[in-house]
C-alpha cells in the first residue's frame, strides 16, 4: 500500500497464542492419582505398560523420569543408552518402581529394542506380538534372526492377566520423526494393529521436545503452544494413524540433578492417560 518502501515480512510466531492442550496448573491431582492408582480388575496385580518404538527414542529415559517425578527426585535406574548405535535393552525385563520398602506401584513398564530396519538389531515383530499377549517370560533375549516359539523355556503358555500387556505405547523422538525410515514405521504400525485386534489401548509420546523446540528448552510450559512441536504431533498422527488427543509431548529427565514441577507436569499427564486407557481396558474385558 503506501510508503513506498519495503517493509520486512514479520517473523512468524513460533507460539500458538493459546495452547491446544492445556497442562495442569498444579501436579498434586495427578501425582496422587498416579500414587494411589491400583487396577480394579482383581485378576489384574499390575497394570502392564509396554514402550516401542526405535532405538533411542528414549524408552529407559521414560522409565526413569516416572521414577524420578514419583520418588521426586533424579534416578537412573533403565540403563540408558548415550552412545547410538545398537539397541541397548535386549532382555525382556519388567521394571518396577518402588513405593516404600515393602511395596511397589500398582504399573510396571516394558520396554522392547528399538525397531530397526536393519536386520542385525531390532526385535522380530512375532516376539513383540507374544509380548503382547503375555507369552515373553522375564529376561528373554530378543534375537533379531529368530524369535520366540512354544519350546522355548522363555515361552509362558499359559500368561495370567497381569503378564499381558494393557496399553501400548509408540515412543519416538522429536528429532528423528522426520528421518524415520519407512521399515521402522511399518513396523511401528503393525504392532499397533495387532495390539488393536486384541483390544489393546495405544498411545504415543513424542520425547526430547528440548532438543526440537528452543522455546521448550527455555520454558517447558509452552511445549503445547509450540508450533513446531504441534507439527511433530501432527506428523506422527499421520504416519501411525494415531488420533492426535492420543500422543502426548514429554521431556525426559538427562542432565537435571532435580526433578521440577515443568518437566513433571507433561511426564505425569502421559502417565495418567496410560493408567486410565490401561484401566478401562482391564474393566471391559
Ligand atoms: N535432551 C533430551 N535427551 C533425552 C531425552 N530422552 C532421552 N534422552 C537421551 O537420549 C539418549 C537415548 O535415550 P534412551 O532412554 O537410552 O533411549 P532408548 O534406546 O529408547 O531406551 C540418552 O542419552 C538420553 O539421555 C529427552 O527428553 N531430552
Ligand atoms: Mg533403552
Known amino acids: ?122 526385535v522380530c515383530e512375532e516376539d513383540l506380538n507374544l509380548a503382547l499377549r503375555g507369552h515373553v517370560k522375564e529376561y528373554y533375549k530378543f534375537n533379531p534372526h529368530s524369535h520366540l516359539t512354544e519350546n522355548d523355556q522363555e515361552y509362558n503358555s499359559s500368561p495370567t492377566l497381569a503378564d499381558k500387556v494393557h496399553i501400548l505405547v509408540s515412543v519416538v523422538s522429536a528429532d528423528s520423526l522426520t528421518l524415520l525410515k519407512k521399515d521402522v514405521v511399518r513396523k511401528m504400525r503393525n504392532i499397533r494393529l495387532a495390539a488393536s485386534e486384541m483390544g489393546i489401548p495405544q498411545l504415543a509420546i513424542i520425547t526430547k521436545v528440548d532438543e526440537a523446540c528452543p522455546e521448550a528448552a527455555k520454558n517447558m510450559n509452552n511445549i503445547y503452544k509450540s508450533k513446531l512441536l504441534k507439527e511433530k504431533v501432527d506428523k506422527l498422527h499421520n504416519l501411525l494413524g494415531l488420533s492426535r488427543n492420543r500422543i502426548f509431548l514429554v521431556k525426559n529427565y538427562n542432565s537435571e540433578l532435580e526433578t521440577n514441577d515443568a518437566i513433571d507436569a507433561p511426564i505425569l499427564l502421559a502417565l495418567k492417560q496410560m493408567l486410565h486407557s490401561g484401566e478401562d481396558f482391564l474393566n471391559n474385558l
Open 1 to 122: 500500500m503506501g510508503g513506498g518502501h519495503s517493509t520486512e515480512p514479520e517473523p512468524e510466531p513460533v507460539l500458538l497464542p493459546v495452547p491446544w492442550r492445556t497442562l495442569p496448573e498444579y501436579n498434586l491431582d495427578n501425582l496422587e492419582f498416579v500414587k494411589s492408582y491400583k487396577p480394579h480388575n482383581k485378576e489384574a496385580t499390575q497394570l502392564r505398560i509396554l514402550l516401542h518404538g526405535p532405538n533411542h527414542a528414549g524408552k529407559s529415559s521414560f522409565i526413569n523420569s516416572v521414577e524420578s517425578v514419583l520418588q521426586g527426585r533424579v534416578t537412573d535406574r533403565a540403563a540408558t543408552d548415550a552412545i547410538s548405535g545398537m539397541s541397548f535393552t535386549k532382555n525382556y525385563k519388567t521394571h518396577k518402581i518402588q513405593k516404600d520398602p515393602e511395596r511397589y506401584y500398582s504399573f510396571v513398564f516394558n520396554d522392547v529394542m528399538g525397531l530397526e530396519d536393519n536386520t542385525d538389531c531390532g
